[in-house]
Structure formats: C-alpha cells, structure tokens
C-alpha cells in the first residue's frame, strides 16, 4: 500500500513538475503571450532614397540598412522599386543594400520598409576592433589634444571614464575644443574631436548613427560614439558623456562611411519616417515558429490550420469541464446523472446559450421521460427501449426545430446540438432512478446535473481558459495531476457535512 501511494504521488509531481516546466519554458523563452490580446512593442520604420536617374545610362544606387541592430528584432522587412534588382551585403558592421537599373531616366524613388520590435538581449555584438593606426596631426592639434588629455587623465580611472571625461572636456567649448572642432559644436564634430583625443591615446571608438523610435512620422539620426575598452564596447552621449545605449534607439550605421551614394543620378534625398505598430504578441509567436530550430514551436497547435486550431480549441475545454464535475461530486457532493453527461450539455450550451439551453434540456427530458414510462407498459428488453428512445428524442429534437422556425425563434434551431445519445441515456437512468429511488431522487439527480453543467460552462466557456489550453496543452499534465491528487480524497462531501451536521443536532 505505501510503494502504491509512493508511486501515484511520484507520478502526480513528475506530471506537474513536467508541464509547469515546459509551460515556463513556452512562455519565458519562447515569448508566447499568457493571453491572446497582448501586444508587442513595434515600429514601422521606413526609408526613401529620392533622386534624378540620368537620360538612359545605368542606375546604381545603395544605402545602409539596420543589422541585427541591439535590443531590437525585424520581424518583417520589404524592399519597394520599380523594375530596379535589389540585393544586399555585409560591409564590416553594417549591412546595405543595392539597387541596381539597367537605364534610368527622371526622378527615381527607393523604399525599405521594416517592422522592428524590442527584445530583451542583443543577439548581435561587435567584434574585436581592426589594429589602431594613430593618426598623424598638425602641430596646434596636437597640442590642444594633450591639453586635454593631460585634464582627463588625472581624474579618470579606466578607458571608459577618460572617454566620458574627455566628452565632457569637449562641451566646455573652450579654447582647446575650438582648435579642435571649430565653432559649430554639434554631435557628429564633438565625436570626431573626442575619436581623434582617444586615437592618440590608443583607444579605438567610432561613431554610431540610429533612430529615436519614440520620434514619429519624420526622423532624424542621431549620433553616439562607441569606445572599445579592451573586452567590450560601451555607447556613449555625445552631450552628456552617459554611458549606456539610450531606451528606443535604434542603431542604424556603424563607422564613417557614407549612409548613402547614387551612381547614375543626382540631387539624392534621404529620409527616414517611423510610426509605432503594435503586433498581436501571438501573431509574433506563430512567425517565430515558422522561422526558429525550437521544435516546441515549429511543432505546436499554433501552426495547424485554422479550421482544426477551432477544433482543438473546443476540445481542449473538455477535461476542464471533467474537472469541474469532479470537484462538484468528490468534494461539494452534487449529485448528476454521470461525469460527460454535464460536460457535453455544457458543450451544447456554447451555440444554444445557457437559458435557452437548459429550456430545450428540460423539454426534451421531460417528453422522453413520458414516452419511457409508456414504454414501460410494451416490456421492451433494453436494447429495443434505447433504440426507441433515441428515436422519439430525435423526434422531439426536429418538431422543436420546425415549430421554432415558423415561430421565427432562431435559437431553437440549435437544439439539434444537443447530444442524442446523452439526453437519450440520461432519459433511460432517470427512469430506472425513479422506479428504483423515487421521483424526488431522480429530480434531484436531474436538476444536479443541470447545475453542474452550468457550472462546468462558465469554465469551459472563459475565454482567457480557453486559449491558456490552447497556447500552453502542457497544462493538460497539470491539470491531470491536480486530478489524481484529488482522486486520492476519500473523506466526507460539503453536503454529507451539512447532513450529518444537522443529525447531530437533533440528537
């Protein structure tokens, strides 16, 4: 007896054990959301490259393109032209693309169009940066360079505080930053002065060009610097010398070279517009089942077909009605005519609704209750008083339908939902449980089984259960260990309590 209770209970925790595992690991791993109207940030980022093809010579136009910018995904991305051949290609850190036209003539318009979402990670990472060549400067630059190098130093620690020191010298404007910038401070001079400070000292930093998403419609690009300091890079804000990729930016362009070049054609305009698009996060998830190695997803009720996805849907709220009777018989001490007969009426109640439903229900029982207890003078063996049975009930069932048809009552139409077999076996038990225990034992058998129905209903039919089951059917091992644990109860019902609570009473 002990090995046996060892045994169902190792089983109970390795089943729950088990789908709570692959349930967090669908979830937290695999993104698929806990409910299906949760959304995923996103963003419609969109690039037009405009210019004048000249008369009739061939057209080669390129511009750079996000590559598996950090923190961000493309879900989707398109490239829009007319007659022109794309292609794209790897150039150290970035990633462009190439239009190409045999002959082109007049003005000319090139789009990209990506969808970008957030991520959590950066599943891309700079590499270890080219050997450093120093740079060779005038004699008033490099003194204005060791100026401020010799200021940074002494309150610096380690590569990237000389860096953010040395941006912060930079924004003193003073005359030292002027021989070195000029007069028009703005982002993309203070980096180059503050790449040229590192250059001397052996640091390798580059500028970084991306996008605000939380601009809308027109963007502009901004520029960080990204210093190297020996294991990895770290971002910096070229005002405030912060370090750290700022929240909704999204790197568009490493290094110097141009974001843009035409050959062919002239007057080139470059511009960038960004909406924000949130995607159904389950949408997401489908696509990324399509798209990854993960067998969880590739192999999953998300990628059935639709018709059969509504299938499942359905017949996945079946064990949670089971369950519900359960709990209703084992623990409260509702009495119904068997466990799938409430279950299936509850099934039913999903097309026909539960008031009309329960009014169809009762009908039908109550005719068919009469033709059995006729039945009951012919002394049928059983086989013959089911098949009649079912007979009459279908009769009923289509005399409902034509009756509510010509009365124009749409919803008893759909009795013919309602399970014969179930109704017609349910007929049969109430019949031997009135000949047997009495009218009032049957009615409350009847009326339980009604109620647990309901009940049963308002599970099966709540929708965020429903797609829970649907999206994670690991929770099914769950749910059948909650089951064997309970199956194990063998102590008083809520109502045999209530009974004997009131025998004691008396006494």
């Known amino acids: 007896m002990k090995s046996n209770k060892r045994h169902v209970y190792g089983l109970i925790i390795t089943l729950f054990l088990v789908g709570m595992g692959l349930f967090l690991y669908r979830h937290f791993i695999l993104d698929v959301p806990l409910t299906d ?44 032209s007319h007659n022109y051949g794309v292609t794209t290609n790897l150039n150290g850190n970035n990633r462009q693309t190439v239009w190409s036209l045999r002959r082109g003539n007049g003005a000319q318009s090139l789009y990209y169009r990506a969808i970008f979402r957030e991520t959590d990670s950066s599943e891309f990472a700079l590499g270890k940066p080219p050997a450093l060549k120093v740079q060779i400067l005038e004699e008033n630059q490099k003194s204005a360079v060791d100026t401020i190098t010799n200021k940074v130093r002494q309150s610096s620690a380690d590569i990237q505080t000389f860096a953010q020191g040395t941006i912060r010298e930079l924004n003193k404007q003073d005359g030292s930053a002027k021989l070195l910038i000029g007069s028009d401070f703005s982002d993309d001079n203070i980096i180059q002065a503050a790449i040229t400070i590192l250059n001397q000292a052996k640091i390798y930093a580059m500028p970084v060009k991306g996008i605000y998403l939380s601009q809308q419609n027109k963007s502009d690009f901004k520029s960080l610097m990204v210093v190297y300091n020996g294991k990895e890079w770290i971002y910096i804000n070229p005002r405030t010398g912060s370090a750290g990729l700022p929240k909704n930016f999204l790197i568009w362009q490493y290094g110097l070279n141009p974001l843009f070049e035409v050959i062919g054609g002239k007057k080139a305009i470059f511009s960038l517009t960004v909406s924000p698009t949130p995607i159904n996060a389950l949408s997401v998830a489908k696509a990324r089942g399509l798209q990854t190695d993960s067998e969880m997803l590739r192999f999953s009720l998300l990628q059935l077909p639709v018709n059969t996805q509504e299938t499942y849907k359905i017949l996945l709220t079946v064990p949670i009605g089971a369950f519900i009777i359960l709990l209703l018989r084992n623990f409260i001490g509702l009495k119904t005519f068997g466990t799938f007969m409430p279950v299936l009426i509850a099934l039913a109640f999903r097309e026909t609704h ?5 009014t169809l229900f009762i009908i039908i029982v109550s005719f068919g209750l009469l033709a059995r207890f006729y039945l009951d003078q012919l002394r049928l063996l059983l086989v013959p008083r089911l098949a009649a049975i079912l007979t009459i009930v279908i009769l009923l069932m289509i005399f409902i339908s034509v009756v509510s048809q010509n009365l124009g009552l749409e919803s008893g139409l759909s009795v013919a939902l309602f399970p014969m077999v179930i109704l017609t076996m349910t007929i049969e038990r109430m019949c031997i449980t009135w000949d047997e225990r009495g ?54 019902r809520l109502f045999e309590l209530l009974r004997f609570k009131v025998m004691a009473g008396q006494k």
Not at 48 to 66: E, G
Request: aromatic share 18%; glycine share 6%; hydrophobic share 55%.
């Open 37 to 80: 109207t949760e959304t995923v940030n996103s963003w419609m980022v969109e690039a037009n490259l405009r210019f004048t093809a000249d008369h009739n010579i061939p057209v080669k136009a390129t511009f750079i393109i996000p590559y598996m910018p950090p923190y961000f995904a493309i879900l989707d991305e398109y490239f829009v």
């Open 439 to 492: 009218a009032g034992e049957a009615i409350k058998s009847g009326v339980g089984s009604l109620i647990a129905a309901v009940i049963a209903f308002g599970a099966m039919n709540y929708k965020p259960m429903e797609y829970l089951f649907f999206a994670f059917p690991e929770l099914l091992l769950v749910l059948l260990a909650l089951i064997l644990w309970f199956g194990q109860y063998r102590g008083y």
């Open 354 to 358: 539960v008031l009309w439903g329960i």
